[in-house]
């Protein structure tokens, strides 16, 4: 004979049973609600709408994805906020899993109950984008990580940066096969300026609309390939680059190596000559990365290369107010004033880090003493990090431009082998003013003065420091032609 319990279980069970699936879909219809309201409409589309639940058992609750690259992102981004939102609907802790489902093993997924189910198409090959280490060394398609709040949502336009803004736009939104315009896209900039944020922006974008997209840090290519070397997986390696649609490649100053040049430019050329969008950041333009080979300087000068100026004031302050926007929802009770936006905009430095940091000041000075922040306060608690005036970053070209158009010369005939009076002068003076103007190098200053000798311009710099102590008028004429650079 059934015991009662028995009984009730088995006249009730499926009744019970569909009464929890209602019930687990009207919570997750709440927490997809909760969430769209919170990461904004164009985000969720992008990275939840194939996002299911599959089923609730006990404390565990399964939602599933198509891909493993929406799966990682998720939980990489998102599995703490899912696990805590699941929790304050349902009133318990549940453990949130994410998996990945297929067309043979995967169970009904519970339905929505209000919601109706966007339907997204499917690229035909999975996106790639950075999401974290790679376990192999030859899957460097993962990438460098990714940070989910450099996005074209949160870049702040101004004059100093549109073209670049607009170029890096045109990259990212391309459709999945669309041949490149401006191929490759080179920017460079000084640091703090927005370079990484660009690329970064791309990355995400690019990757939502279906293109498979690699973002690295030239130490994460260099990584790779040595790795990939030492594992006998370099064919790997390669294949693995040359088969994406979008390269992104940050701070290629450090991209150093013989071997390792050889293989950024094959790949270069394998990309872009197959129609693939290659996109570069550096901290100056292709002609000044004297550390290259030639040949990849060459290459990336015939695409498109634009430079982020310095952040004029507006921009500075339009920066700050989205800045401080963000921290003041973080941190209950902190407002900087406009007033004080305005004292920092004027006074503290030309890049977004520079900003950062006096922000970050402010809003330890207000958290750890309680004092609110005003004009006074900010005086006292930036006073360290304002600086009158930042110095321009002299060029080596520019150098080239001002000395040729002083004494009458062209470029070529500076960096060309003629020895003439006329030519040798203002050679020397421009060998003179690269060393004592540039950070760079004497065999870096030869190289960029027609492929010269260290000890030449050795030579010239000893020179003309010696006539400059005799001759006064040289002397004179030097100063003149410093301030001419600097202007």
């Given at each position: 004979?059934?015991?009662?319990?028995?009984?009730?279980?088995?006249?009730?069970?499926?009744?019970?049973?569909?009464?929890?699936?209602?019930?687990?879909?009207?919570?997750?219809?709440?927490?997809?609600?909760?969430?769209?309201?919170?990461?904004?409409?164009?985000?969720?589309?992008?990275?939840?709408?194939?996002?299911?639940?599959?089923?609730?058992?006990?404390?565990?609750?399964?939602?599933?994805?198509?891909?493993?690259?929406?799966?990682?992102?998720?939980?990489?981004?998102?599995?703490?906020r899912l696990t805590d939102l699941w929790r304050e609907e349902s009133g318990r802790p549940q453990k949130v899993d994410v998996a990945v489902r297929s067309a043979v093993m995967r169970s009904q997924p519970l339905k929505a109950a209000r919601e109706p189910r966007v339907v997204v198409a499917e690229p035909a090959v999975e996106p790639r984008t950075s999401l974290g280490p790679t376990r192999d060394a030859a899957d460097v398609a993962v990438g460098s990580p990714l940070d989910p709040r450099l996005t074209f949502d949160t870049y702040v336009l101004g004059k100093s940066n549109t073209l670049a803004h607009a170029a890096a736009r045109q990259v990212a939104e391309a459709a999945a096969g669309a041949g490149p315009v401006f191929n490759p896209l080179y920017l460079h900039a000084a640091v703090g300026l927005g370079k990484t944020h660009l690329l970064q922006a791309v990355a995400w974008a690019g990757a939502a609309r279906g293109r498979r997209v690699v973002y690295l840090t030239a130490e994460r290519f260099m990584y790779g390939f040595v790795a990939a070397l030492k594992s006998h997986a370099a064919i790997a390696f390669k294949d693995a680059l040359r088969s994406i649609d979008t390269l992104l490649i940050d701070d290629l100053q450090f991209l150093t190596g013989k071997n390792i040049q050889q293989e950024f430019c094959h790949t270069l050329n394998s990309l872009m000559d197959s129609g693939r969008q290659v996109m570069v950041a550096a901290d100056r333009g292709p002609a000044e990365l004297d550390a290259l080979d030639d040949r990849v300087r060459s290459r990336l000068a015939g695409g498109l290369v634009v430079e982020l100026a310095p952040l004029e004031e507006e921009l500075r302050h339009q920066i700050l107010k989205a800045r401080s926007a963000a921290l003041s929802e973080q941190h209950r009770g902190f407002a900087v004033p406009p007033a004080v936006l305005e004292l920092v905009a004027r006074n503290v430095g030309q890049s977004g880090r520079d900003l950062d940091g006096a922000l970050n000041k402010l809003l330890a000075f207000n958290k750890l003493t309680g004092e609110p922040v005003t004009l006074e306060m900010a005086e006292n608690a930036i006073r360290d990090l304002v600086r009158p005036s930042d110095p321009k970053r002299v060029r080596v070209d520019e150098i080239l431009r001002v000395v040729a158009k002083h004494y009458n010369v062209s470029r070529a005939d500076i960096l060309s082998q003629r020895r003439t009076a006329n030519v040798v002068k203002p050679r020397q003076i421009a060998m003179y003013l690269a060393k004592t103007l540039t950070l760079r190098s004497l065999p870096e200053i030869g190289r960029r003065f027609g492929g010269r000798d260290h000890t030449t311009v050795l030579h010239a710099v000893r020179k003309i420091d010696g006539l400059i102590a005799t001759d006064r008028a040289l002397a004179e004429e030097i100063e003149v032609l410093k301030r001419l650079v600097n202007e």
């Open positions: 004979m059934l015991k009662p319990e028995a009984v009730d279980v088995a006249k009730f069970g499926p009744a019970l049973a569909g009464a929890a699936a209602e019930l687990g879909a009207e919570q997750w219809d709440r927490v997809r609600s909760r969430l769209r309201a919170e990461i904004g409409e164009e985000s969720y589309l992008s990275w939840f709408a194939r996002l299911e639940l599959d089923k609730v058992e006990g404390d565990c609750v399964r939602l599933s994805v198509p891909t493993r690259f929406l799966k990682s992102w998720i939980q990489g981004h998102y599995s703490e």
